[in-house]
């Protein structure tokens, strides 16, 4: 059991086989990735520092504020039914890119932990993920709020129409694809081949993570951090994303859509 543990905790070192030693190559993964976060999760993360700095500049306790995942974005219904997808195409197009950028590097998708089937045990593991993290990180965050050190998060503004669970499901499984092809799949198989440990690589990739949630507030960027950190080991050990797609998706779908169906009966949700 100690020795599964310490498994875990100091995976064994990438083979050296799998390490890029050209350094035309090795520069072109750098910037290849550098390129891939510029326009995606990188991006997100500079726009949520300002937010979170803008929230503390302002007066009164972060728990005093508010900040929405999901709002309209047009008086229109329809229009803002086909913005709202456009948010998911968005999301889609992140991840896909990074395995492009797999693909044309010689990777196949079974490679990086996805396969065109997904099986018993990557549905099992997903569920399991889900509850160890989605629990504490409930708590976390309902205890950081009350503490004054993260904003109300909101899942959903958005009326009660008809496809509002339609296009909040879309989107929560739109998240989980981007963020965990893009950090797990794509950075840390791009991190392993310039030779990186798989301790600094995971480090990397879940403060990463963290910094794109700060304008949450604490509990957002620490509990993601503990998230990438789960996760990214699961991927290491297993070589597995679809459970990790899974777990994310559960997470987003039951603070998504559950918010929206609880808030109308439980007023003392932010």
Do not use: C
């Not at 550098?34 to 803008?54: D, K, N, P, Y």
């Not at 009350?146 to 998240?175: C, E, H, K, M, Y």
């Amino acid at each position: 059991m100690l020795r599964n543990l310490r498994d875990w905790l100091t995976p064994a070192p990438v083979p050296s086989h799998s390490v890029v030693t050209d350094n035309g190559q090795r520069r072109a993964i750098v910037v290849e990735v550098v390129i891939v976060f510029a326009i995606t999760l990188g991006l997100s993360a500079l726009r949520s520092l300002l937010s979170l700095v803008e929230s503390l500049l302002r007066a009164g306790a972060l728990s005093d504020q508010q900040v929405a995942l999901h709002r309209p974005q047009a008086d229109i219904a329809t229009i803002d039914l086909l913005k709202q997808l456009l948010g998911v195409v968005q999301l889609i197009g992140w991840g896909a890119l990074g395995l492009y950028l797999l693909w044309r590097a010689g990777f196949k998708l079974a490679e990086v932990g996805l396969p065109l089937r997904i099986g018993g045990r990557d549905i099992g593991i997903g569920v399991g993920l889900a509850a160890v993290i989605g629990i504490p990180g409930l708590a976390l965050y309902l205890l950081s709020w009350q503490l004054g050190f993260s904003v109300a998060v909101v899942p959903s503004l958005l009326d009660a129409t008809w496809w509002r669970p339609i296009t909040l499901t879309l989107s929560a499984f739109g998240n989980a694809f981007a963020e965990e092809v893009l950090l797990v799949a794509f950075l840390l198989t791009r991190l392993r081949q310039l030779g990186l440990s798989e301790n600094s690589s995971l480090l990397l990739s879940s403060v990463l993570r963290g910094a794109y949630h700060l304008y949450q507030g604490a509990a957002g960027f620490f509990g993601n951090i503990v998230m990438g950190l789960i996760l990214g080991r699961v991927w290491q050990r297993t070589n597995r994303v679809w459970p990790l797609v899974l777990a994310h998706f559960l997470l987003d779908f039951v603070a998504f859509v559950g918010y929206a169906l609880l808030k109308p009966v439980l007023p003392w949700l932010p």
